[in-house]
C-alpha cells in the first residue's frame, strides 16, 4: 500500500490495498490492482525495476532516461457496486490508469485482474470481450453519430454486439426512458442541446449493461447547471441499478459528490485512498489537507464525527438523526429544537452532538479533543 498512514475514524474499514484475504463481509472486488506502472518513453521497463529510477521526480526521470512515469506503483480495489472516484489536478496519471484497467494502454509492470480473471494475460478476443460488455469506458466526447437518431445512437453499441434489430430497439427505448430523454428518441445529435447528448452517450453506454461503467471526465467541458444534473443522473442511476462505476474527475466537489471512495491522485501516486469523509475529515498530508481546505466540512463530515458519548438521561431526549446524518443536518436538528440531538442506530443511542461538538467539526476541531486538525 502506498498511502502514507493516516489516522481512520474508528467508524470507518482502513482502504483494502493491502493484499491478503479480504474479510468475508467484503464483496469480492470487481477491479484488483497491485504494484501498477505505466511509464511512457524508451526502455520503460528499468524504470519500476530500479528502485532509485523509479523514486526519481518526474523532471529527472525525464532527463535521466526520457521517461515519464504517468502511473506509479499503485494498488487498489474497485469494490462490486461502489462508485470509486480518481481525482487528481490535470497531468497527475488518471486517464493513464483507468485506461490501463481494460489495456487500453498497455501497463509496464504490475497486475489486474477483473473477478478474479488476469487482465494482462487476455487474448485479443477476451479483450474485446472485456471492453464490450465487462467494461465499457464513458468519454468525455460520447462520439455520437451524426446522421442517426437518439435511438440509434442508443443502440449502436449493441448493433456491435450483433444483438438483433428488434431486440436492440427495446433495449435502446428503454434507456431513452431510462435517462430523460422521453419524447426525443427520432431527434439527431445535432438537434439536442450538450446535456441532452450526454444522456445519450451514457444511455449507449448503460445499453450495452456492462459490469463496470469508466467514465473519463464526462462532464467537464459542461456548463456547471447540465453538469449538476448529469451528477445528480449518475447518482440516481447507481441508487437504482447498483451498477460498479469508476469515475475519473480533477473536480474535488465532484468527487465527493459522486465517490463512495476516492483515490487521490498525484504525480501517479495515490496519495490517499478513503471515504469522502476520511479524505476531508483525515487528509493523509499537507498536499491533501491543502487540496480540500475549502470543502464545507458540515456537508462531508457525518455526526459521528461530532458526537460525544450520552451522559446519563440524554439517550431519551433530543431529535434522533441517524449516524450518517451530515453535520449540516445536525446544525440543522439543533437549531431547530434548540435541544442536542441523539445519533440513533437499530433503537441504540450511540452518541449525542452539542453545539461545542458541531461548532468544533465545523472549525477543524475533532470531538472532545480542543485541538484543530486543518
Ligand atoms: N502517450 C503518452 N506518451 C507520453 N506521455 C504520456 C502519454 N499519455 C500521457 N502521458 C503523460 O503521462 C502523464 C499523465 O497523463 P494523464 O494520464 O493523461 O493525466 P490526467 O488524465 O490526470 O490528466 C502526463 O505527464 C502526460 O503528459
Ligand atoms: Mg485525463
Same mark, same amino acid.
Given at each position: 500500500m502506498n498511502t502514507p498512514p493516516h489516522t481512520t475514524p474508528p467508524h470507518t474499514t482502513t482502504p483494502d490495498t493491502a493484499t491478503g484475504p479480504q474479510p468475508?463481509?467484503? =464483496?469480492? =472486488?470487481?477491479f484488483s490492482v497491485r504494484g501498477l506502472w505505466k511509464v511512457f518513453g524508451p526502455k520503460a521497463d528499468r524504470v519500476p525495476a530500479d528502485k532509485e529510477l523509479g523514486a526519481l521526480g518526474a523532471a529527472e526521470l525525464r532527463e535521466r532516461t /526520457?521517461?515519464?512515469?504517468?502511473?506509479?506503483d499503485v494498488s487498489f480495489d474497485v469494490r462490486k457496486g461502489e462508485v470509486f472516484v480518481v481525482m487528481g489536478l490535470s497531468g497527475s496519471g488518471k486517464s493513464t490508469l483507468v485506461r490501463c484497467l481494460t489495456r487500453l494502454v498497455e501497463p509496464t509492470s504490475g497486475t489486474i485482474s477483473i473477478d478474479g480473471e488476469d487482465v494482462l494475460s487476455m487474448d485479443t478476443g477476451r479483450l474485446r470481450e472485456l471492453r464490450r460488455h465487462r467494461a465499457a469506458m464513458v468519454f468525455q466526447h460520447f462520439g455520437l453519430l451524426p446522421h442517426r437518431t437518439v435511438l440509434d445512437n442508443i443502440a449502436y453499441g449493441l448493433e456491435i454486439q450483433g444483438v438483433g434489430r428488434g431486440e436492440r430497439r427495446d433495449r435502446a427505448a428503454e434507456f431513452v426512458t431510462k435517462v430523460g430523454l422521453d419524447g426525443l428518441e427520432h431527434r439527431r445529435p445535432g438537434q439536442l442541446s450538450g446535456g441532452q447528448q450526454q444522456r445519450v452517450g451514457l444511455a449507449r453506454a448503460l445499453a450495452v449493461d456492462p459490469e463496470v461503467l469508466l467514465f473519463d471526465e464526462p462532464f467537464s467541458a459542461l456548463d456547471p447547471l447540465i453538469r449538476r444534473d448529469m451528477q445528480e443522473e449518475v447518482v440516481r442511476l447507481h441508487q437504482e441499478e447498483g451498477r460498479t462505476m469508476v469515475f475519473i474527475t480533477h473536480d474535488l466537489n465532484e468527487a465527493l459528490k459522486l465517490g463512495d471512495r476516492i483515490a487521490l491522485m498525484r504525480d501517479g501516486r495515490i496519495v490517499q485512498l478513503g471515504t469522502p469523509e476520511e479524505i476531508v /475529515?483525515? =487528509?493523509?498530508d499537507d498536499y491533501v489537507r491543502d487540496f480540500v481546505r475549502d470543502v464545507p466540512r458540515e456537508q462531508v463530515l457525518t455526526v459521528r464525527s461530532a458526537m460525544r458519548p450520552a451522559l446519563i438521561g440524554e439517550s431519551q431526549a433530543g431529535p434522533a438523526l441517524v449516524p450518517s446524518a451530515t453535520v449540516h443536518e445536525a446544525i440543522e436538528a439543533v437549531a431547530r429544537t434548540g435541544e442536542n440531538a441523539r445519533v440513533v442506530e437499530d433503537g441504540r443511542c450511540l452518541g449525542v452532538v452539542d453545539r461545542a461538538g458541531l461548532l468544533g467539526v465545523v472549525a477543524g476541531i475533532p470531538a472532545g479533543t480542543g485541538k484543530a486538525v486543518a
Open positions: 468475508s463481509a467484503e =464483496p469480492e =472486488p470487481v /526520457g521517461c515519464t512515469a504517468a502511473v506509479r /475529515g483525515a =487528509p493523509a
